[in-house]
């Protein structure tokens, strides 16, 4: 098993930054892809961000794309999503999720999840 704790979110104004953190217990991150997504209210959840295990791929959701960065320190068995010039839309609750696999953007297949932190981007 796997425990994922996020962190980092908060109330900024549109065009602040903010860097999330996701800290597991239980096991190594180091042999899973790891991914960020959001679910606003009455939304579906969205995929923002993955890395491989190895830190050696990462993929990104067209809206997030040159403002967001994903990024993980495996020593520290955490994961880590700098996000830059945030927009109102931004506003979500931000899940970090493992996987065994290389799923990418099919939050259905991540095995584990964290209970989310808010993030609210003032206008």
């Known amino acids: 098993q796997v425990q994922l704790v996020e962190s980092g979110g908060g109330l900024v104004q549109a065009g602040g930054s903010l860097r999330l953190s996701c800290a597991a217990s239980g096991r190594t991150l180091s042999s899973y892809a790891m991914g960020w997504f959001r679910q606003a209210p009455g939304k579906e959840r969205e995929f923002v961000a993955t890395?491989?295990?190895?830190?050696?791929?990462?993929y990104y959701a067209d809206s997030v794309k040159g403002r967001f960065t994903i990024s993980r320190d495996n020593a520290k068995n955490t994961v880590y999503l700098q996000m830059n010039s945030l927009r109102p839309e931004d506003t979500a609750v931000y899940y970090c999720a493992a996987s065994e696999g290389w799923p990418i953007s099919a939050w259905r297949s991540y095995d584990y999840w964290g209970q989310g932190t808010q993030v609210t981007v003032s206008s």
């Open positions: 890395i491989r295990w190895s830190g050696s791929s990462t």
